[in-house]
């Protein structure tokens, strides 16, 4: 089974705080993705990465910045945290892009 | 820009009874997914659906593709309680910059 795992199910953080999300998929996909979901919006895509050290900018990538230095490992940056970057977030992997994404547990982030 | 729609977003279903949803899409989608999300949980992928008239079925859930009309419906039999949660298609059309694009997701509750 395809796990990928996320650092931290529940984040409150301060406006203004650099914070990190990380990713970890366990199942050596190519494909890594960053989405926020909000109610009323959907699934947004943040960004995205084909492989290491490769990023796309996806849908809503103000704000935020992504980091793949080793394959199964794909981190989101708040370099400054704002009270609209409140959301879940979701971390999800596919071996290609036309595969199913496979998605991690979720990050609730509140920032205050 | 390929763009998704799912309607309602909000379906009340009487246990035992059969229903059916509904997924359309704007422009060529070159594949259909269909996933689903418990409260506060994760996204777990359902189906993927590869071409025109292409039927996949898990359980009481059927999900099919018809590419002319850019439709895609997920057939429920004899709803149960445990069917409950939100249900999202996703459509991918693999130009420049390709990615998934998800509806917003019908939210289901059956009730007895």
């Known amino acids: 089974d395809v796990k990928v795992t996320q650092s931290s199910r529940y984040l409150v953080k301060r406006t203004g705080e650099k914070v990190f999300l990380e990713c970890v998929q366990d199942?050596?996909?190519?494909?890594m993705f960053w989405y926020r979901q909000d109610p009323g919006l959907g699934l947004r895509l943040i960004y995205f990465s084909y492989d290491v050290k490769m990023k796309e900018k996806g849908d809503i990538p103000e704000g935020y910045s992504v980091s793949r230095e080793k394959k199964e490992r794909f981190s989101l940056i708040l370099e400054s945290a704002s009270t609209n970057q409140t959301s879940m977030y979701l971390c999800a992997s596919s071996f290609g892009l036309l595969y199913e994404q496979y998605f991690g547990p979720g990050t609730r982030l509140t920032v205050t | 820009e390929l763009k998704v729609e799912q309607n309602p977003l909000f379906l009340s279903m009487q246990e035992g009874k059969n229903y059916t949803i509904y997924c359309n899409y704007s422009?060529?989608?070159?594949?259909l997914y269909w996933y689903r999300q418990d409260p506060g949980k994760s996204l777990e992928s359902l189906f993927v659906l590869l071409s025109n008239g292409a039927v996949k079925q898990e359980g009481r859930l059927m999900a099919s593709l018809d590419t002319k009309a850019r439709l895609s419906t997920l057939h429920i039999t004899a709803a149960v309680h445990d069917l409950s949660a939100t249900y999202f298609c996703?459509?991918?059309?693999?130009?420049?910059?390709?990615?998934?694009?998800f509806g917003k997701g019908i939210t289901l509750s059956v009730r007895p």
């Open positions: 996703a459509g991918i059309y693999t130009g420049a910059n390709s990615k998934l694009t």
């Open positions: 199942m050596d996909h190519e494909n």
């Open positions: 422009t060529t989608s070159d594949r």
